[in-house]
């Protein structure tokens, strides 16, 4: 309860986005306490124009003049080729004096807690971290803040907060993504622009249509809209009291890609809403109506409270339209001799943005002159009827509304404009001296005090002496600086002067020492040099000392969702398999009790057995899982496990340290830094990323115990929202009508490509890629690597599949592992594979990587 109480009683830190300085700046001058932001490298908004190190530089010293911070976007899984550049890079942040970075890759916080402790880590919503469980891991690998995933609800904040001494960090405002960031792919599969790379081409904003297996659009008749993963923008500006109580620390704007005056606006609703927590003890509005349309007018999708709830289906998602829609402006009355008659439902005003939705769909146009009757005027106000120059087509009774306001961004753009800095501090300050002597001021900012004194001394005044006005008048005149001048007060002997240089002199010297920023706890570059020296060395021995331990034995690993296909599995050949991972509702997948049976089974066999925990699981469901890995305990023998997320690490190691653990390809490992980490906390073997390329995946075969993706369905993103419950599954508040499970269904996009849809039995939507990976081919290379055990990932195949997949994958690795490469062709092989699924393959990121 103690820390509970000390979280509540922290102030709220409002975090704003910056993907330029002018951003940067609307953001600070509009209340931020701290703004993120990417630099050049390693960012996940690649696109959005980001800092270079001059500006970096400019910016760090901005917001610390004004009390507010910065924190750099480290957050992207980075190469073995980029880490001497992210070296150099880490140093330099700390060097300019950065508060904090925000990691996405475990290699790489686990680097930085070596090399640079000294540097503040922020776990990014890109770990995919939703538990008290995966904080408690982050915890114990250094950071000291994690930012929750975005479906975290309340209920689950409250108890995170509670469990953890980390500040926990939540995103409040703005474009939400529909899956699980960092597990997201579908970008990636698409077309090699990897969300986990920065550089993410949001196919989730494109349209789609939902068909069954005789691909019939199933909501032709519904009107439903085809923007079918497009969620509609984040607001909890009235949640801000609750997510203080539950003891959050951090209040996360997104929006690096959007305009400062967005970010002006946003941020200055934001901050007078947390200003106003204190004066609405019995929990009434945050904001007025006329803030929040300005919240509206600004930006949004419609707006939703996301998961802080419960998960609202259909009403989380923008289904019409995945861009702004504007604010409600009115109706047209006619449109005459080139001028639109607009009855007004909001005011109006030259410069506006405005979109007319038509029966041909939507157009946009520029408001110029407006005219009420025939006289021309400089608003238009609710209620009246006003008219513009239109030059389109436009019919009686069609809607009309303002995707611009120009007053409103006129207003924003005032809040940043340069000269006209508002963020300022008060000063006290206290002029004291004899005659005789050297004057004093004092000068204090909240805490902090400063004393310089007057170049020469004060004299016997023969026609001016020093006044508290004119004394006041000189000494606050503080321009541009982030202050002003609140109280002077003056403790001089009557009748003396001083001359206008010296109050101005000592006015300038006081202002500097302020600016000055206190020194940190700094690196210099020899230290760290050597600690890099140390890290690379460690390295080395592990490589080193892993690759002598007794080789992996080549295997095919087969991941499989049921009885029925495990046997078709062993009766396909298979050495190793892995049961588990998720349970769709189409079909029946593993009891408990059918794990415990397989192992024993498989044991008698000499066949190597892992099971899969489920890559995504909340609260609740860690709770269940904890109680089900408790009895599994008591068996005879333990399974060995497969961890899917850092959560499901904890929640294993609660219950027996040395519980023999494996890591799946859902944990990014995608550099010898994180593999290396995987392997010190005991992990036996780690499947590495499926979007890393041959050449790196040939320098991380030099760690036995990797395993590859070799076969079968790429995941592309798993869901809170499912589109099939959503659309077909009845009424809000309506038992699920369980369609899902009726027949098979299907994402169509507009290149009519059909991605199909599992819903598991948590209701979570997994959609995967159009054609299945197939590396049969490339197999010989592959060993040539010194990859010794590849996977294939048959849970969605049918018994007869499974067992035809396996046999032909074990018989070419059993040849070319006999050292027959050379007379083993893909061939045959691969016109069987072709003829179970001729809607063709992929080979994923083996060739082409990602960007």
């Given at each position: 309860?103690?820390?509970?109480?000390?979280?509540?009683?922290?102030?709220?830190?409002?975090?704003?986005?910056?993907?330029?300085?002018?951003?940067?700046?609307?953001?600070?001058?509009?209340?931020?306490?701290?703004?993120?932001?990417?630099?050049?490298?390693?960012?996940?908004?690649?696109?959005?124009?980001?800092?270079?190190?001059?500006?970096?530089?400019?910016?760090?010293?901005?917001?610390?003049?004004?009390?507010?911070?910065?924190?750099?976007?480290?957050?992207?899984?980075?190469?073995?080729?980029?880490?001497?550049?992210?070296?150099?890079?880490?140093?330099?942040?700390?060097?300019?004096?950065?508060?904090?970075?925000?990691?996405?890759?475990?290699?790489?916080?686990?680097?930085?807690?070596?090399?640079?402790?000294?540097?503040?880590?922020?776990?990014?919503?890109?770990?995919?971290?939703?538990?008290?469980?995966?904080?408690?891991?982050?915890?114990?690998?250094?950071?000291?803040?994690?930012?929750?995933?975005?479906?975290?609800?309340?209920?689950?904040?409250?108890?995170?907060?509670?469990?953890?001494?980390?500040?926990?960090?939540?995103?409040?405002?703005?474009?939400?993504?529909?899956?699980?960031?960092?597990?997201?792919?579908?970008?990636?599969?698409?077309?090699?622009r990897s969300g986990n790379r920065g550089t993410c081409a949001q196919p989730c904003r494109m349209t789609y249509q939902l068909v069954n297996e005789e691909k019939e659009n199933l909501l032709i008749q519904k009107n439903t809209g085809e923007h079918l993963l497009s969620p509609r923008d984040l607001n909890l500006a009235e949640e801000l009291a609750e997510l203080k109580r539950i003891g959050i620390h951090s209040l996360k704007v997104e929006g690096r890609m959007?305009?400062?005056?967005?970010?002006?606006?946003?941020?200055?609703?934001?901050?007078?809403?947390?200003?106003?927590?204190?004066?609405?003890?019995?929990?009434?509005?945050?904001?007025?109506?006329?803030?929040?349309?300005?919240?509206?007018?600004?930006?949004?999708?419609?707006?939703?409270?996301?998961?802080?709830?419960?998960?609202?289906?259909?009403?989380?998602?923008?289904?019409?339209?995945?861009?702004?829609?504007?604010?409600?402006?009115?109706?047209?009355?006619?449109?005459?001799?080139?001028?639109?008659?607009?009855?007004?439902?909001?005011?109006?005003?030259?410069?506006?943005?405005?979109?007319?939705?038509?029966?041909?769909?939507?157009?946009?146009?520029?408001?110029?002159?407006?005219?009420?009757?025939?006289?021309?005027?400089?608003?238009?106000?609710?209620?009246?009827?006003?008219?513009?120059?239109?030059?389109?087509?436009?019919?009686?009774?069609?809607?009309?509304?303002?995707?611009?306001?120009?007053?409103?961004?006129?207003?924003?753009?005032?809040?940043?404009?340069?000269?006209?800095?508002?963020?300022?501090?008060?000063?006290?300050?206290?002029?004291?001296?004899?005659?005789?002597?050297?004057?004093?001021?004092?000068?204090?900012?909240?805490?902090?005090?400063?004393?310089?004194?007057?170049?020469?001394?004060?004299?016997?005044?023969?026609?001016?002496?020093?006044?508290?006005?004119?004394?006041?008048?000189?000494?606050?005149?503080?321009?541009?600086?982030?202050?002003?001048?609140?109280?002077?007060?003056?403790?001089?002997?009557?009748?003396?002067?001083?001359?206008?240089?010296?109050?101005?002199?000592?006015?300038?010297?006081?202002?500097?020492?302020?600016?000055?920023?206190?020194?940190?706890?700094?690196?210099?570059?020899?230290?760290?040099?050597?600690?890099?020296?140390?890290?690379?060395?460690?390295?080395?021995?592990?490589?080193?000392?892993?690759?002598?331990?007794?080789?992996?034995?080549?295997?095919?690993?087969?991941?499989?969702?049921?009885?029925?296909?495990?046997?078709?599995?062993?009766?396909?050949?298979?050495?190793?398999?892995?049961?588990?991972?998720?349970?769709?509702?189409?079909?029946?997948?593993?009891?408990?009790?059918?794990?415990?049976?397989?192992?024993?089974?498989?044991?008698?066999?000499?066949?190597?057995?892992?099971?899969?925990?489920?890559?995504?699981?909340?609260?609740?469901?860690?709770?269940?899982?904890?109680?089900?890995?408790?009895?599994?305990?008591?068996?005879?023998?333990?399974?060995?496990?497969?961890?899917?997320?850092?959560?499901?690490?904890?929640?294993?190691?609660?219950?027996?340290?040395?519980?023999?653990?494996?890591?799946?390809?859902?944990l990014n490992v995608f550099n010898e830094a994180s593999l290396a980490y995987f392997f010190r906390l005991g992990a036996k073997r780690v499947t590495l990323s499926p979007e890393l390329h041959h050449e790196q995946l040939a320098h991380l075969a030099k760690w036995p115990g990797v395993e590859l993706l070799a076969f079968g369905d790429l995941e592309m993103m798993v869901s809170e929202y499912c589109p099939v419950g959503a659309t077909l599954g009845g009424k809000k508040g309506e038992h699920c009508a369980r369609t899902c499970v009726k027949e098979p269904h299907y994402l169509r996009d507009r290149m009519r490509y059909d991605f199909p849809v599992e819903t598991d039995q948590e209701c979570r939507m997994h959609l995967f890629n159009v054609k299945i990976l197939n590396l049969y081919e490339e197999l010989?290379?592959?060993?040539?690597?010194?990859?010794?055990?590849?996977?294939?990932?048959?849970?969605?195949?049918?018994?007869?599949?499974?067992?035809?997949?396996?046999?032909?994958?074990?018989?070419?690795?059993?040849?070319?592992?006999?050292?027959?490469?050379?007379?083993?062709?893909?061939?045959?092989?691969?016109?069987?594979?072709?003829?179970?699924?001729?809607?063709?393959?992929?080979?994923?990121?083996?060739?082409?990587?990602?960007?």
């Amino acid at each position: 309860m103690d820390e509970i109480k000390t979280k509540e009683s922290r102030p709220l830190e409002l975090l704003a986005p910056a993907g330029s300085f002018e951003a940067f700046k609307a953001a600070v001058e509009n209340g931020a306490d701290a703004v993120y932001l990417g630099g050049k490298s390693f960012s996940a908004r690649a696109s959005a124009a980001n800092f270079d190190l001059e500006e970096l530089q400019k910016a760090i010293r901005y917001a610390h003049e004004r009390q507010a911070k910065v924190y750099v976007t480290v957050n992207i899984l980075i190469a073995d080729q980029e880490f001497q550049e992210l070296l150099d890079y880490l140093y330099t942040l700390h060097e300019i004096g950065v508060d904090a970075v925000i990691v996405q890759d475990v290699g790489v916080a686990e680097l930085i807690h070596t090399i640079l402790p000294e540097m503040e880590t922020h776990a990014s919503t890109q770990m995919t971290v939703n538990t008290s469980w995966g904080v408690q891991h982050l915890e114990a690998l250094g950071f000291c803040r994690v930012v929750l995933a975005r479906e975290t609800s309340a209920d689950e904040m409250k108890t995170i907060a509670a469990k953890t001494p980390l500040e926990i960090e939540v995103f409040v405002h703005g474009a939400l993504c529909i899956g699980y960031s960092g597990q997201c792919l579908m970008s990636s599969f698409i077309g090699g622009r990897s969300g986990n790379r920065g550089t993410c081409a949001q196919p989730c904003r494109m349209t789609y249509q939902l068909v069954n297996e005789e691909k019939e659009n199933l909501l032709i008749q519904k009107n439903t809209g085809e923007h079918l993963l497009s969620p509609r923008d984040l607001n909890l500006a009235e949640e801000l009291a609750e997510l203080k109580r539950i003891g959050i620390h951090s209040l996360k704007v997104e929006g690096r890609m959007k305009r400062p005056e967005y970010v002006a606006t946003v941020i200055r609703l934001y901050k007078q809403a947390i200003n106003r927590i204190e004066d609405q003890p019995e929990g009434g509005p945050l904001l007025t109506s006329e803030e929040h349309q300005e919240l509206l007018q600004v930006f949004n999708r419609d707006f939703t409270s996301g998961y802080f709830r419960e998960n609202l289906g259909a009403e989380l998602m923008s289904y019409s339209r995945p861009n702004n829609r504007g604010t409600r402006l009115g109706r047209v009355v006619r449109l005459e001799s080139g001028r639109l008659f607009i009855k007004l439902e909001a005011a109006i005003h030259p410069g506006d943005g405005i979109e007319l939705w038509t029966g041909r769909g939507r157009e946009g146009v520029t408001v110029g002159t407006i005219w009420r009757d025939k006289t021309e005027v400089e608003e238009g106000l609710h209620g009246e009827t006003v008219q513009i120059e239109f030059s389109g087509i436009a019919h009686p009774g069609d809607r009309v509304f303002k995707t611009n306001d120009a007053v409103l961004m006129e207003k924003a753009r005032e809040s940043f404009q340069e000269g006209r800095e508002k963020r300022k501090s008060s000063l006290n300050m206290n002029l004291s001296g004899h005659k005789g002597d050297k004057l004093s001021l004092e000068v204090m900012e909240g805490e902090r005090r400063v004393t310089v004194y007057s170049t020469s001394v004060a004299q016997k005044a023969l026609k001016r002496p020093l006044t508290r006005e004119y004394a006041f008048r000189q000494l606050g005149r503080l321009g541009t600086t982030p202050f002003w001048l609140d109280k002077l007060e003056l403790e001089i002997d009557e009748g003396i002067m001083l001359p206008v240089s010296d109050l101005n002199e000592m006015r300038r010297l006081a202002v500097e020492e302020l600016l000055q920023v206190k020194p940190r706890q700094r690196v210099d570059r020899q230290s760290y040099r050597q600690r890099v020296e140390r890290w690379k060395h460690r390295q080395g021995e592990e490589r080193a000392s892993f690759q002598s331990m007794k080789s992996v034995i080549p295997q095919i690993s087969v991941a499989v969702s049921n009885t029925e296909t495990l046997q078709a599995a062993l009766k396909g050949g298979a050495s190793r398999v892995l049961v588990g991972g998720e349970h769709w509702r189409s079909q029946r997948g593993f009891s408990l009790e059918e794990i415990r049976i397989s192992f024993e089974s498989c044991r008698k066999l000499g066949i190597d057995c892992a099971w899969r925990l489920p890559r995504i699981i909340n609260q609740a469901q860690s709770a269940s899982l904890l109680e089900d890995l408790k009895r599994t305990a008591e068996w005879a023998k333990k399974p060995k496990l497969m961890v899917s997320n850092l959560g499901e690490l904890e929640l294993i190691r609660t219950v027996d340290e040395d519980w023999p653990f494996e890591v799946d390809y859902s944990l990014n490992v995608f550099n010898e830094a994180s593999l290396a980490y995987f392997f010190r906390l005991g992990a036996k073997r780690v499947t590495l990323s499926p979007e890393l390329h041959h050449e790196q995946l040939a320098h991380l075969a030099k760690w036995p115990g990797v395993e590859l993706l070799a076969f079968g369905d790429l995941e592309m993103m798993v869901s809170e929202y499912c589109p099939v419950g959503a659309t077909l599954g009845g009424k809000k508040g309506e038992h699920c009508a369980r369609t899902c499970v009726k027949e098979p269904h299907y994402l169509r996009d507009r290149m009519r490509y059909d991605f199909p849809v599992e819903t598991d039995q948590e209701c979570r939507m997994h959609l995967f890629n159009v054609k299945i990976l197939n590396l049969y081919e490339e197999l010989a290379q592959i060993r040539r690597m010194g990859i010794s055990t590849v996977r294939l990932q048959l849970t969605r195949q049918t018994p007869g599949q499974v067992r035809q997949i396996v046999r032909l994958f074990s018989e070419a690795w059993d040849t070319i592992n006999l050292g027959k490469k050379a007379s083993w062709t893909s061939d045959e092989g691969m016109a069987e594979l072709t003829s179970l699924f001729p809607e063709g393959f992929t080979k994923g990121h083996f060739f082409r990587g990602v960007l």
